[in-house]
């Protein structure tokens, strides 16, 4: 019963650190993408 819980505990932790990284990741390519292509002048 308890290994179950902890197994499950750790999967949910590195599902939420996943996340949070992929989410860092998205992002900073936005901000690059932002910062890279031409001003629009209109």
């Known amino acids: 019963m308890w290994?179950?819980?902890l197994v499950l505990?750790?999967?949910?932790?590195i599902a939420?650190?996943?996340?949070?990284k992929f989410k860092e990741a998205s992002d900073e390519r936005e901000l690059w993408h932002e910062a890279t292509t031409?001003?629009?002048?209109r």
């Open 3 to 5: 290994k179950k819980a």
């Open 9 to 13: 505990a750790t999967v949910a932790g």
């Open 16 to 20: 939420v650190l996943a996340a949070k």
């Open 38 to 41: 031409a001003p629009d002048h």
